[in-house]
């Protein structure tokens, strides 16, 4: 599922390197979140979180809600960022 371009910055080409981040943060810790595009995952690295998407491109960051994630799974994910 696709995040809505309203929670995305825009680049920051201070670094060079013209990467737009998201603008949520981990309602757990306050980290910044990893966001897998075509796998519609948006998880939190530090906390261990796998925060669910709707359909409607909405993320839930109730940590209720979210998936605890073992750390092997989370860095399979991590891998995986561009």
């Given amino acids: 599922m696709e995040l809505p371009r309203a929670l995305f910055q825009p680049p920051d080409d ?7 981040g998201l603008i949520l943060r981990c ?12 796998e519609g995952v948006l998880f939190c690295a530090r906390s261990r979180l796998r925060f669910p998407i709707t359909e409607d491109g909405i993320p839930v960051m109730l940590i209720d809600e979210a998936e605890r994630l073992d750390q092997a799974a989370v860095d399979a994910l991590v891998a995986r960022l561009p």
């Avoid at 201070?14 to 737009?20: I, L, N, Q, S």
């Avoid at 309602?27 to 075509?38: I, K, S, V």
């Fill in 27 to 38: 309602t757990e810790c306050g980290g910044e979140l990893g966001y897998l595009r075509a």
């Fill in 14 to 20: 201070r670094d060079g390197d013209g990467r737009e």
